[in-house]
């Protein structure tokens, strides 16, 4: 949750620091966005490996890889701020899993069908 200090940023306004347009390098982790510029060298892995992700989402990336406790203690000391909340990974999913929730079976299978189907219609057409 967002708390009242908080700066909240659009993707749009991430993007911006990819280390190209703007020297600062800024990832989002799991709606969090950090920047970490300053860890680029410190990296074991390489300063590329973050800097695929500048201006981006690297919660798969990170995680993919697997990062120990501390990685991820050090990636907090590097937070300034959230996603817009209407931008957030997680909102888009719950609205699509809410859409498949609702389905209704409303025939009982002893009934017979009350009408006759298009295909068996044609059919007796045809054969007059
Ligand atoms: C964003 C995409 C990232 C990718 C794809 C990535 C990938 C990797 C890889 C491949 C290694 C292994 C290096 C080796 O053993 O040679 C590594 C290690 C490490 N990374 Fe990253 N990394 C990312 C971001 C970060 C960030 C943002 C931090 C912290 C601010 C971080 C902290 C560490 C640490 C501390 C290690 C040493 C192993 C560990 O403690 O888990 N990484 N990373």
Redesign the pocket.
Known sequence: MAGQDTKLYSLEEVKKHNGTDDPRVW?IYKDSV?D?TD?LEE???GGD??TE?AGLD?TK??DD?G??S??KK??KS?KIGEVVEEERAGKAKKKTEKKSATVTITDSPTKKPQTRSCISIVTCGLCG
Do not use: E, M, T
Request: glycine fraction near 10%.
């Open positions: 990832i950090y970490v860890y990296h074991p892995g490996l973050i992700f690297a990336g990170f890889f990062h120990s501390d990685a050090q990636l590097f």
